[in-house]
């Protein structure tokens, strides 16, 4: 019985801010413990990544200033990540990942950077950066997002994209319309690192689900002990005021 | 005349601080810039050599304290925030601790207050020490915190010295900002026990041309010898260079060099880093014009600072704490607690107040997987601190699982359960965040096992 998925994680080198290796480790670290092995496949800029194969697709956050290097190689890698996308593939891009699955991306200076378009959204720039901690309503997930943001850009969602949830506290999207991420098919972009998956265990079994699927189909997956996740999820929700809430 | 009300209130201030059993590092500095914002200037033009500014992400206190021992020495005593209290009270704290007439100040500023205290302040050097990535969320990025030491830099007289880690492409790039002379220091000895191999990411980029940069040699993080393929930026060579560097159980024995003059010491503080900070601290006293032998003798008698990787007898327990503040860091602090003999637990405090960093995510980045290691030595681990548990988390992920690993919320609760499932025989290496380290210090004052923070 194959129980393996692989995972191809883009520019580890570059987009290694915000502890994005713990996106990845927790991805692994579950999918073991649910008796499953996740090969991890890390491709670098300008590197050959094989997502025919793929049956995950990560993409970290960055720095300001490398978004544009970083636009032009996914541009080049986009009929790749699409026909994945048409076969299954499951996508989870943070921050300056996020950004880039949208239509485009404007710098501080103004300069536009044209993005891949594997989500209907935008990022223009705003005053100041949104900081802080955040806690996130997802309905389809059986508890909230809890994570950090940190980011100058303002992402708006276009009429065929969807939320990934609302934002309780924090910021979110653009801090004005309570938006936060964005998801279309098996595709989820988010400004949460924290790091994300770690503490929001059940999008990351969630993501495993979806991957395994595309594998053998609906397949059971074991719940795991999650005592320490919730230790620390239970702290941020107590202080940000939503005491007993999951 | 508002200076003289200005300095007189501090002073009160910190009377009253001391009389109710607080240090007060920074409080009396503060109700003094209420009463003039500008004193700091103007005390620090009272100084009859001027100042010193030490500033960088990583180092600061240590490489302070090395290089405040080589001037007492052989001038007389500075003016020294000594506790690491960076900001402008902290600062003017430091003038209001330090009965005139004084010589010189020698303050480590912080990288944030770095521009208005490089404008305000007549020093005659500033030592800058790396930049590392440190509490992102607090300055946006790594780039921002560089430009910001830039534009300190900037600010100097053109009389002032800087002095440069050469290692640290990012800092060796900030020759250009300088009004004045320049001087450098770094690593020439090759390092066997280096596991330089991490990602660089942003800090593996030509600050000038950011086309990758070609390491002929990597000391850590992105510490090395390098070299920019696009637009030829290198390694500038430096003045002031360590030799030779021998490990030792607690700390080293360096062989520093320069033109005209070599010294050898064994420097009783632990680690590269620490070897690091030994080496700054030299370049900027032998600029200052302080003598060889004094150098030697500062660096032989370095006293870490307060949680610096210190040593503390706790009953039959013996504590070692050790600050961790970023990836960097903590990976240093790791490295060297391997160094320790035999098997020992380990207590890891998280907080996530403004000083510690706000957003705990920078856990992700440092290599705590090398500690579940098959034969790593390391015997029971526990968490605590405002958020126990996504260290816990962290831990869980890096291999460790229960009933090895546990955790309690806060700082003291943690600690006693540490203490209650090591055995007495090994040490308790704890690693906490800034103000968990500030927590734990009040703990360990309270139960008389380790002296007040601002004795030290």
Request: net charge positive; with cysteine.
């Amino acid at each position: 019985m194959d129980r393996r998925l692989v995972l191809v994680h883009l520019y580890p080198d570059l987009l290694n801010l915000y502890g994005d290796r713990g996106n990845v480790l927790a991805l692994s670290r579950r999918a073991s413990w649910a008796g499953w092995t996740l090969e991890v496949r890390e491709v670098g800029m300008g590197e050959a990544a094989d997502l025919a194969e793929a049956d995950m697709l990560f993409v970290g956050g960055g720095q300001d200033r490398e978004q544009k290097t970083l636009a032009q190689d996914l541009l080049r890698r986009r009929d790749a990540i699409l026909r994945g996308v048409d076969r299954g593939l499951v996508v989870l891009a943070v921050c300056g990942g996020y950004q880039l699955m949208g239509r485009r991306y404007v710098t501080p200076e103004g300069e536009e950077v044209p993005g891949i378009g594997l989500m209907d959204l935008e990022t223009l720039p705003g005053p100041g950066r949104l900081v802080g901690n955040v806690v996130v309503a997802a309905g389809w997930l059986e508890e909230p997002l809890v994570g950090f943001e940190n980011h100058g850009g303002r992402t708006f969602l276009g009429p065929s994209a969807q939320a990934l949830g609302q934002v309780v506290r924090g910021h979110g999207n653009n801090g004005r319309d309570g938006t936060e991420g964005a998801w279309a098919g098996k595709v989820y972009g988010t400004y949460l690192h924290g790091a994300l998956l770690p503490k929001n265990p059940a999008f990351a079994d969630h993501l495993l689900r979806q991957a395994a699927a595309r594998r053998r189909g609906e397949v059971p997956w074991p719940k795991l002990d999650d005592l320490e996740e919730h230790a620390a999820r239970a702290v941020l929700m107590e202080r940000m005021g939503l005491r007993g809430q999951r | 005349m508002r200076e003289r009300l200005a300095y007189w209130a501090g002073r009160l201030a910190l009377a009253l601080s001391r009389r109710l059993g607080r240090g007060g590092t920074s409080l009396p500095g503060r109700v003094a810039l209420r009463v003039d914002p500008a004193l700091l200037g103007k005390l620090a033009r009272r100084c009859e050599r001027g100042a010193v500014l030490v500033s960088g992400t990583n180092g600061k206190t240590t490489t302070a304290r090395i290089l405040a021992g080589a001037l007492e020495r052989s001038e007389g005593a500075p003016v020294h925030n000594r506790s690491g209290a960076n900001l402008p009270p902290g600062l003017v704290t430091a003038f209001l601790r330090t009965p005139p007439p004084w010589r010189r100040a020698l303050l480590e500023v912080d990288e944030a207050a770095l521009p208005r205290a490089a404008a305000q302040v007549p020093a005659a050097l500033l030592l800058v020490t790396n930049v590392f990535r440190d509490q992102l969320d607090r300055y946006g990025e790594v780039e921002r915190t560089a430009r910001l030491i830039e534009s300190g830099i900037r600010r100097l007289d053109p009389g002032a010295t800087v002095v440069l880690n050469a290692d640290d492409p990012r800092v060796a790039a900030m020759a250009a900002a300088a009004p004045g002379p320049v001087r450098f220091f770094g690593f020439e000895a090759s390092v066997a026990a280096s596991d330089a191999k991490g990602p660089l990411g942003d800090a593996g980029r030509c600050p000038r041309c950011a086309a990758p940069l070609t390491f002929t040699a990597r000391l850590y993080a992105h510490l090395g010898r390098y070299l920019c393929p696009g637009c030829g930026f290198r390694r500038p060579d430096p003045e002031v260079t360590i030799q030779g560097f021998t490990a030792l159980p607690w700390g080293s024995r360096l062989e520093v060099a320069w033109a005209g003059g070599a010294l050898a010491v064994e420097l009783p503080l632990p680690g590269l880093f620490n070897a690091y900070n030994a080496l700054g601290a030299a370049a900027a006293a032998l600029a200052l014009g302080v003598d060889a032998e004094v150098v030697g003798a500062a660096l032989g008698a370095a006293v870490g600072s307060f949680g610096r990787f210190q040593r503390v007898d706790a009953g039959e327990r013996q504590l070692v704490v050790a600050l961790v503040k970023n990836p960097t860091g903590f990976n240093e602090v790791l490295r060297t607690v391997e160094g320790i003999e035999g098997e020992k637990d380990m207590l890891f405090l998280l907080n996530d107040r403004a000083a510690d960093g706000t957003d705990v995510s920078w856990l992700w980045d440092v290599d705590l997987e090398r500690l579940s290691r098959p034969g790593a030595g390391i015997g029971a681990v526990t968490c605590g601190g405002e958020r126990a548990g996504d260290m816990a988390v962290r831990l869980k992920y890096a291999g460790f699982e229960r009933p090895r690993l546990q955790f309690a919320q806060g700082v003291e609760a943690a600690l006693d359960l540490a203490l209650a499932r090591g055995s007495p025989g090994r040490p308790l290496v704890i690693m906490p965040t800034y103000t968990a380290l500030l927590a734990l210090e009040d703990v360990l004052a309270r139960r008389g096992v380790a002296r007040s923070f601002w004795e030290v």
